[in-house]
């Protein structure tokens, strides 16, 4: 592609000529990586459907390609790999890791995918599926990530209702526990379980929340601006939820 040949070139000229840019390695860009995996997580949750934002989702997935593209042109110079060896590895691991697309095995869900992706990455690196899990990852990300991998021990629920059973459940034990230490326990159960409820749903947990939160900030917002030593608060946040739905 022409377009990607010209970015390359692009980046390192970035590289060679800007001030900024020069400076930067893998450490110094480490955080900039985080920030702007987070800012396409909140893009994305700002799509919506009757006036999707997929403009801002564009951009935010340039700048994390410029990230990708900085850290595989700063290996490079220091003679490891370029961004055409990270572009073949991916390529491999992606042929290796889809036999029933590009190879004879034959499977019929998305399920049976999963399954079969962390076999073949069991076989090719690790003694157990929940050795790459990083301990440096989101909680929430590092919870969806574990229980995904269960699934394939049969650690998992058969469907939804069950799923929201258990939460419910933890619900109950949370309200039952007397001592700070166990409600503190119980509270971690209850979160790991609507994590694993957002996966029945097919819905990203970081991404709901995000949601979420941003309604909330929207709201108190509209609070924040309308609301005086008078008034009834109830009253103005049901007025600020009917308001924005519009």
Same mark, same amino acid.
């Given at each position: 592609?022409?377009?990607?040949?010209?970015?390359?070139?692009?980046?390192?000229?970035?590289?060679?000529?800007?001030?900024?840019?020069?400076?930067?390695?893998?450490?110094?860009?480490?955080?900039?990586?985080?920030?702007?995996?987070?800012?396409?997580?909140?893009?994305?949750?700002?799509?919506?459907?009757?006036?999707?934002?997929?403009?801002?989702?564009?951009?935010?997935?340039?700048?994390?390609?410029?990230?990708?593209?900085?850290?595989?042109?700063?290996?490079?110079?220091?003679?490891?790999?370029?961004?055409?060896?990270?572009?073949?590895?991916?390529?491999?691991?992606?042929?290796?890791?889809?036999?029933?697309?590009?190879?004879?095995?034959?499977?019929?869900?998305?399920?049976?995918?999963?399954?079969?992706?962390?076999?073949?990455?069991?076989?090719?690196?690790?003694?157990?599926? /929940?050795?790459?899990?990083?301990?440096?990852?989101?909680?929430?990300?590092?919870? /969806?990530?574990?229980?995904?991998?269960?699934?394939?021990?049969?650690?998992?629920?058969?469907?939804?209702?069950?799923?929201?059973?258990?939460?419910?459940?933890?619900?109950?034990?949370?309200?039952?526990?007397?001592?700070?230490?166990?409600?503190?326990?119980?509270?971690?159960?209850?979160?790991?379980?609507?994590?694993?409820?957002?996966?029945?749903?097919?819905?990203?947990? @970081?991404?709901?929340?995000?949601?979420?939160?941003?309604?909330?900030? @929207?709201?108190?917002?509209?609070?924040?601006?309308?609301?005086?030593?008078?008034?009834?608060?109830?009253?103005?946040?049901?007025?600020?939820?009917?308001?924005?739905?519009?």
């Amino acid at each position: 592609m022409n377009e990607f040949d010209e970015l390359v070139g692009i980046v390192k000229k970035l590289r060679e000529e800007c001030p900024w840019d020069m400076e930067q390695t893998h450490e110094s860009l480490s955080r900039h990586l985080i920030e702007e995996a987070y800012e396409l997580l909140d893009a994305l949750a700002s799509i919506q459907k009757e006036d999707s934002n997929y403009v801002q989702v564009k951009d935010e997935l340039g700048d994390l390609l410029l990230q990708i593209l900085l850290h595989s042109k700063i290996a490079e110079e220091n003679n490891h790999f370029a961004i055409v060896d990270v572009i073949d590895s991916l390529k491999s691991k992606l042929i290796e890791r889809h036999p029933h697309v590009f190879g004879d095995v034959k499977l019929d869900s998305a399920e049976e995918v999963e399954k079969q992706w962390e076999t073949i990455k069991q076989k090719d690196n690790s003694q157990s599926i /929940f050795d790459d899990i990083n301990s440096k990852l989101p909680s929430i990300t590092r919870a /969806f990530k574990t229980q995904r991998k269960a699934k394939k021990l049969n650690l998992s629920y058969a469907d939804y209702e069950e799923a929201l059973s258990d939460l419910l459940s933890e619900v109950k034990e949370l309200e039952e526990a007397k001592k700070l230490e166990d409600r503190k326990s119980e509270i971690g159960d209850v979160l790991f379980s609507i994590i694993n409820v957002c996966r029945y749903l097919e819905a990203d947990p @970081e991404i709901q929340l995000n949601k979420s939160t941003k309604r909330f900030i @929207e709201r108190a917002q509209y609070v924040e601006k309308y609301i005086d030593k008078d008034s009834d608060i109830d009253k103005l946040w049901q007025e600020a939820k009917k308001t924005l739905e519009k």
